[in-house]
């Protein structure tokens, strides 16, 4: 039988599995589940680990990057302003090549002040030079967490593991964990070639001056695209010791001869999946799951939108004054393909707004109807506008 | 000097040093910086079996410029003001990996009074192994001389100049051992380059301790003080002999020593050989006013640590930073 | 050149010692200046105290003593006697108390003759013909020992049976025990000088033999000659001469029956007589003198000034600041002395000269004036070499002028103090230029090295601490040969010599090690030969702050110009 | 797709009566989802939580906005406007409350227009009382809707409490459970409950076991 879990539970479990030395957790919603449930389990002696209850986010992720460059696997979790809090932590984190793991439980951030989902606090660390995977449902929530582990030991990169605030976080469903022995043998003990060791001592964390700035810089970006393949790789050596993959850099699926796609990044997807299944009379239509924001899938995406007419991408996060910003990408992904389809931007859900199984009709709609050149906010409501906004 | 000495193979000398080279030379800190000096006698006291997580700031910037390093403890530099929090990391990757190696913490008076102080907070109040040493230098001194909350009061820098209106620094110096020491501290204390063996035995002691320590160490900057680049000991002896910089030892929120004052001096020997304070010496009222609140606060600090209460004992030599005749590592033959 | 960029950015642990900051100095370096210290600029028989208090410091008794008597063979002699200028020199005097060098040279002196020590570093004789030291006092001895030193056979010719000169003769027992100086001059005489007593120049050897016999000569006769003198013209028919009281006094051990005496002098002869008037049971006696007393800051007198205290401790009277301006005599017989205040001015020619002042007289009733006004040299058998003057005309190395292979120094010499310190730095330097001129080699100037004033030195390193004091013989206790004033203790010694300040020298205090932000001192286990410190700078990475030199205690470290120099 | 909107207060154990639910019907061969309302309300204050099941996995995860099925905990919140919000007509609607089915529709006045509610009232505060010695009701209605909607055995259900209830809560829970058993009429809501979770088709509707999707 699968296990009912609330999915900060199951994640807190998947963290456990992989036996990290060192967690630095600072509560804030909705990721306070996850650390709360870890710190049960240290409680309970069912994970020994060193639980450093920080008193910022700022330092959550410093511990953890001191821990992870002391020689231990590290892990922390955050949401939204905590995130924004740790920006600058995680630019160096990634920047210093630290192979550690952290779970987003994605929130929107103020102002006005909402505690609910959205993304726009993991879009605005896109640049930080983080891996960036988005779950779909908790069972993706388990198996990301546990190959983030992998992947950043394996790359010396950061692992961001996106999961929606509250939609999954709060949500109990039934779930399969691997047991100890499945991630013991996929996972093996935290190494990292630069640990700071007083036997071998190292000087991590230089000033580099302009003449060799670019070449690291440089170097990060090829990790990251070197990165796509590892995603891939991780994900389908998982699927053969669980049975399960979790989609690799993106899924696909929907009939051969649909001509129109819909993107879409974390559990949202569900939704429109059940959406189209229960709107048979509209036209057929491929679901792409974006689950690696970063490093981009730029080809994996050209192959996957071939063919196709139209696109949505639909996101619940834009930058205001230009958009939707997982929409730009894929127009920069397929900027001069032969058959580039139209691509509507469009946005909902924003600060916990519900996107209901209705989503698919709209974004069906806007996918027949004519280019609209700009994102669409989908689940706008006009009447709540002050006056004088268009 | 006459020099068949320095025609021998200086590495080879450097190699047998009897001390702990954790910094080397090579490191770019200005000429007759103090915390340069004050960060070797602290890896000197501590030896090689330590790890330093290093804030930003001068010490990080003159030490480590890519592809050199004047290190060779394994160090660490990632922000400003997570120093802390990266030593509470290290130290408990330490502890969950069974690992026996000091966890020291580098900041300057910037990353410890300001913006590295709610990490130290919150690093000494989880326990954490950890000896934090601060550079103190009065001032940003890694950006050009702003003031901090370290830079006492009247002491001029690039963001509280002296002017018509102003007698530099408006504010003033944070209490920060006394902060540090309320958090039930096990040991929180003060030392200052002038002194070196007190110095030396307080980062033993922060070292030895079990649990959070903390070693402000008065670093003077030639720069930024506006002092003679040789006079930069001088100054700070001058600091701790007027009382403006009380060396002392707090254990548990108690102050448990206090470096007794061989012989008081008047502020003005301290502030006058500094740039900082030269509008103190103007004909003028405010300046007038100022000087004397400096020396109140000295003859505040000293009756308030009680740094005439005791006598130094006998031979207490770490106090006075007296020297005497000492020897060579190997006693020539015929030496009774 | 090009550096490979690594993951992450991570540098290799001290790799920045390629980055060699000595390119930052700015036109001076930090330098070992080895300055002079004063008290050995001031030491006229050119002794280096703080050179043998080092490895006092250290307990190490016997280097202390071998390095002292490189300059003085007879420092048990001068540890009693010398009026050590030393001491008044001394920076420490500035700081707290000077140092009690003079009771230091004398507990090595002691330590030395107590353990049978040698002098190291006498070579065998190289070169014959030998030299000819007339004179066995100070400067004789000083200037024989040295020429053993370099290698040269010696003959001392000596008027008297036993050496030891005037400090033999003339200084009473309880300053200078008989025992002590003969073990001193013994010592030398046994690093293979031949000893001629009892054979006086003039008399019983001819000075132009000496001089046909020997490749030179070195004539330290002391002044024997006792001079004139008068009070306003009148001589007392019967004048009682001090330093001839003295030396009867010495060898009999008895004085006439007086009750009260005036001496009049300032030197310490004067108030050698007064005392040993004293110690035969004058009731009275007054020493009176033109000078102040030794501690007044004007004129004050040549007379040691420890002499003169434990003097009056014993009950002399001195009379400062006075001369004798008449006599009283009834017939022959003087009842008293008439004494006027007297006062050293600059008068209208610009010179100093002593002035009377009328109104001051007092009456000094007594039964004797014994004059004590110093010697000059006896110029029996040194006619032609003295052509009418009472004294040797000789340059700084004591060559005479116009008399090739001569040599002279002692009290004989041209502007001697008559002090036996300054005599044995004149047979010093004799032997160098006698050594120099045998060898036919250039006489090079002695080492000037700048001497080091308090001002230059770091004093806030150095803590207050009390001058050593030798026990001194109570005064009901002293009588007869009793030594009055003792050695120091080893502990006194040894913490005596720590007081020593160092002036201008390494006492490797490492202050320039520790504080150095460069670590560009480095330092060996071994002190440097002809450097006296262990510390090496290290140029390649000095950025010339001059914190070592600012923070030097002893003046040791300057900032100086950069020369064209290795390394 | 089962859907079930239960109201309670803060702290009445709304967010556990959704998890036993889901829980149970996990244990019970089914998929299921249950989420509390993603609010900022404090204790005391009017919440709700939702659950899904299903005969085939669920992947939606939008709110719950048109339930089968609404259990009230506090038969006060029968006056708020939402808690009937939404629920289908024909479907259920199960209250904590000793009132009959007139008294309660009485209650709901003109809300009941045109929606042919069954509605159930049962006396679980009582049974709470009785047998944990304090008023929570959830486990009692829980019982109540399975044993009228027969989609849970009673063995899942325990299942389910024996997973989530403290220990020491257990026993007395599961007395409860059986206590009200033989309070309400078994299967009255049978066919309702199974065309919500077989989407409507009737065939799947005897294996009482996710088929599937």
């Not at chain 1, 209705?358 to 996918?367: N, R, S, Y």
């Not at chain 2, 005439?308 to 031979?315: D, I, K, L, M, V």
């Not at chain 3, 050698?272 to 004129?299: F, M, S, Y």
Request: charged residues 20%; proline residues 6%; negative net charge.
């Amino acid at each position: 039988m699968l296990e009912p879990l609330e999915g900060s539970q199951a994640i807190a479990h998947a963290v456990a599995l992989a036996r990290p030395g060192v967690v630095a957790a600072y509560p804030i919603t909705p990721q306070t589940h996850i650390v709360e449930h870890i710190a049960k389990l240290v409680a309970d002696n069912r994970l020994r680990c060193e639980y450093v209850s920080v008193e910022s986010e700022f330092s959550a992720a410093t511990v953890a990057l001191g821990a992870a460059a002391a020689g231990c696997r590290a892990y922390t979790a955050t949401a939204s302003q905590g995130l924004l809090l740790m920006a600058e932590v995680l630019f160096n984190i990634a920047g210093l090549r630290i192979p550690l793991v952290m779970t987003c439980a994605n929130r929107a951030v103020s102002a006005p002040i909402n505690i609910w989902n959205d993304h726009q606090d993991a879009m605005a660390l896109r640049d930080a030079g983080w891996i960036q995977l988005y779950c779909a449902s908790n069972q993706e929530a388990i198996d990301t967490t546990i190959q983030a582990f992998l992947l950043a030991e394996r790359l010396e990169l950061p692992v961001m593991v996106c999961v929606d605030g509250y939609i999954l976080t709060h949500t109990l469903e039934g779930v399969s964990l691997p047991t100890q022995e499945e991630v013991d043998h996929f996972l093996p003990p935290y190494t990292f070639a630069h640990t700071l060791d007083s036997r071998q001592p190292l000087t991590l964390g230089t000033m580099v001056a302009p003449d060799h700035f670019t070449e690291i810089r440089y170097a990060h970006d090829q990790a990251m695209y070197q990165a796509l393949a590892a995603i891939e790789e991780v994900d389908a050596a998982y699927a053969g010791i669980t049975g399960r993959a979790s989609g690799g850099v993106l899924e696909v699926d929907g009939p051969d001869d649909a001509r129109i796609g819909v993107l879409c990044l974390g559990a949202v997807h569900g939704t429109l999946w059940e959406g189209r299944e229960q709107a048979r009379n509209l036209p057929p239509a491929k679901l792409i799951k974006l689950r690696a924001l970063r490093p981009f899938p730029e080809a994996a995406l050209r192959q996957a939108l071939a063919g196709l007419s139209d696109v949505v991408v639909l996101e619940r996060a834009f930058s205001p004054g230009a958009g939707g910003i997982v929409a730009a990408e894929v127009c920069r992904a397929l900027y001069g393909t032969s058959t580039t389809p139209r691509i509507h931007s469009a946005v909902m859900g924003l600060g916990g707004r519900d996107i209901p199984l209705e989503a698919w009709q709209q974004v069906l709609a806007l996918a027949q109807g004519p280019s609209r050149g700009a994102t669409v906010i989908l689940d706008l409501i006009p009447d709540h506008l002050e006056d004088g906004i268009a | 000097m006459n020099n068949t000495a320095a025609l021998r193979d200086m590495s080879s000398i450097r190699q047998q040093q009897s001390r702990f080279e954790g910094l080397t030379p090579g490191h770019r800190a200005c000429q007759g910086c103090g915390q340069a000096l004050a960060a070797r006698l602290v890896l000197e006291s501590s030896g090689p079996d330590v790890v330093v997580a290093n804030a930003t700031g001068c010490l990080e910037v003159f030490t480590t410029a890519w592809p050199q390093s004047a290190w060779t403890i394994p160090w660490m530099h990632s922000v400003f003001s997570n120093t802390a929090a990266l030593a509470a990391g290290m130290e408990a990757a330490f502890k969950a990996r069974d690992i026996s190696t000091k966890v020291l913490a580098f900041a300057g008076d910037g990353g410890t009074f300001d913006i590295g102080f709610q990490a130290l907070s919150g690093m000494i109040e989880r326990g954490h192994n950890v000896l934090f040493v601060c550079y103190d230098n009065e001032a940003y001194m890694n950006t050009g001389v702003q003031r901090s909350s370290s830079t006492p009061v009247a002491a001029a820098t690039t963001t509280s100049p002296a002017g018509i209106a102003r007698t530099g620094k408006r504010h003033l110096k944070k209490d920060i051992v006394a902060i540090i020491a309320a958090h039930c501290m096990p040991y929180a204390a003060t030392a200052s380059v002038a002194y070196p063996n007190d110095l030396k035995d307080k980062v033993r002691r922060g070292i030895q301790t079990p649990g959070p320590a903390f070693l402000m160490i008065h670093s003077p900057c030639p720069l930024g003080w506006m002092h003679d680049s040789a006079k930069g000991i001088e100054v700070a002896r001058l600091g701790v002999e007027t009382g403006l910089v009380p060396l002392i030892e707090m254990e548990y929120g108690q102050q448990t020593s206090a470096m007794p004052l061989r012989r008081v001096r008047p502020v003005v020997d301290y502030l006058k050989p500094q740039g900082r304070f030269r509008h103190l010496f103007a004909d003028d009222p405010m300046a007038r006013q100022e000087l004397a609140h400096l020396q109140a606060l000295a003859d505040h600090n000293i009756a308030h640590y009680g740094l005439q209460e005791s006598q130094p004992e006998s031979g207490d030599s770490h106090a006075a930073a007296s020297v005497r005749r000492g020897t060579v590592a190997v006693v020539p033959p015929g030496a009774v | 050149m090009a550096e490979r960029m690594t993951r992450g950015g991570f540098a290799q642990p001290g790799s920045a010692m390629a980055f060699k900051t000595g390119s930052w100095r700015d036109l001076v370096a930090p330098r070992h200046l080895h300055g002079l210290a004063p008290c050995a600029g001031a030491c006229p028989a050119g002794e280096d105290a703080q050179a043998y208090l080092a490895p006092l410091t250290n307990g190490d008794v016997k280097s202390a003593w071998e390095i002292l008597v490189t300059a003085n063979p007879l420092p048990a002699t001068t540890g009693r006697i010398c009026h050590h200028p030393c001491e008044t020199a001394c920076n420490r005097g500035q700081f707290d108390e000077a140092l009690a060098i003079h009771a230091v040279e004398r507990y090595l002196g002691d330590a030395a003759l107590h353990n049978q020590w040698a002098y190291p570093g006498i070579p065998q004789t190289t070169t014959e013909p030998a030299v000819a030291v007339v004179g066995g006092g100070p400067a004789g001895l000083a200037c024989a020992y040295h020429l053993r030193r370099l290698g040269h056979a010696v003959t001392i010719f000596d008027a008297l049976v036993e050496p030891g000169g005037t400090v033999a003769t003339s200084i009473p027992p309880y300053r200078m025990p008989k025992e002590i100086l003969q073990a001193e001059a013994r010592r030398i005489l046994e690093t293979g000088i031949t000893w001629q007593g009892h054979t006086r120049v003039g008399s019983d050897v001819d000075l132009d033999e000496l001089r046909r016999e020997f490749a030179a000569v070195f004539l330290a006769p002391g002044s024997q000659r006792t001079k004139p003198w008068d009070v306003a013209g009148v001589v007392p028919a019967q004048l009682h001469d001090g330093l001839a009281l003295l030396h009867t006094w010495m060898e009999v051990g008895s004085m006439p029956p007086w009750h009260k005496i005036a001496v009049v002098g300032g030197g310490n002869t004067s108030v050698d007589v007064a005392r040993a008037l004293k110690r035969c049971g004058v009731e009275e006696v007054h020493l009176v003198t033109h000078n102040g007393l030794p501690w007044d800051a004007e004129d004050p007198m040549r007379a040691i000034a420890r002499e003169v205290r434990q003097a009056m401790e014993e009950g002399v009277v001195i009379h400062a600041n006075c001369g004798a301006e008449r006599l009283l005599l009834r017939g022959n017989r003087i009842i008293g002395v008439v004494l006027v205040a007297m006062k050293k001015m600059r008068g209208a020619d610009g010179k100093w000269h002593r002035h009377g002042f009328p109104g001051t007289e007092q009456v000094l009733m007594v039964d004797e004036v014994i004059p004590a006004i110093g010697q000059t040299v006896d110029p029996s058998g040194f006619e032609s070499l003295l052509q009418g003057l009472d004294y040797f005309d000789v340059d700084h190395h004591g060559r005479m002028t116009h008399h090739q292979g001569l040599y002279a120094g002692g009290d004989a010499r041209s502007g001697s103090s008559g002090m036996a310190s300054p005599a044995i730095g004149d047979g010093r330097r004799a032997a160098a230029a006698i050594h120099a001129a045998l060898c036919n080699n250039p006489l090079l100037p002695e080492k000037q090295r700048p001497l080091v004033p308090i001002t230059e030195m770091h004093l806030q390193y150095f803590e207050t601490a009390p001058r050593a004091e030798p026990s001194i013989l109570p005064v009901a206790q002293r009588q007869g040969e009793a030594e009055i004033e003792q050695s120091l203790t080893a502990r006194q010694a040894l913490d005596e010599a720590v007081r020593c300040l160092s002036c201008g020298n390494c006492m490797i205090c490492d202050n320039c090690w520790t504080f150095c932000p460069d670590q560009a001192v480095l330092k060996l286990n071994h002190t440097i030969q002809g450097d006296g410190s262990p510390y090496v700078f290290d140029m390649a990475f000095c950025k010339g702050c001059g914190i070592c030199a600012n923070e030097c205690p002893t003046a040791f470290i300057r900032m100086a110009p950069e020369q064209d120099e290795q390394g | 797709m089962l859907e079930v909107r239960i109201h309670g207060r803060g702290g009445q154990g709304n967010v556990v009566a959704a998890y036993l639910l889901a829980h149970a019907g996990i244990a019970g061969g089914l998929h299921a989802q249950a989420f509390p309302f993603f609010g900022a309300e404090r204790r005391g204050a009017p919440v709700a939580a939702y659950v899904r099941l299903a005969a085939r996995p669920i992947r939606l995860h939008a709110a719950v906005r048109t339930p089968h099925f609404v259990i009230v905990q506090d038969e006060k919140l029968l006056g708020l406007e939402e808690t009937t919000a939404g629920l289908v007509a024909g479907g259920g609607l199960l209250v904590n409350s000793p009132a009959d089915q007139a008294t309660l529709h009485a209650r709901l006045g003109e809300r009941m227009q045109g929606r042919n509610w069954q509605t159930f009232g049962v006396p679980a505060s009582d049974l709470s009382r009785q047998h944990l010695g304090r008023n929570i009701p959830n486990t009692a209605l829980l019982a109540a809707w399975a044993a009228l909607t027969g989609v849970l055995e009673p063995a899942a259900l325990e299942q389910a409490m024996t997973a989530r209830l403290k220990p020491g809560m257990l026993q007395a829970n599961l007395e409860v459970v059986r206590a009200m058993g033989s309070l309400v009429a078994p299967g009255a809501w049978h066919d309702l409950a199974h065309h919500a979770l077989y989407d409507g088709s009737a065939q799947h509707q005897e294996t009482g076991h996710a088929g599937a999707a």
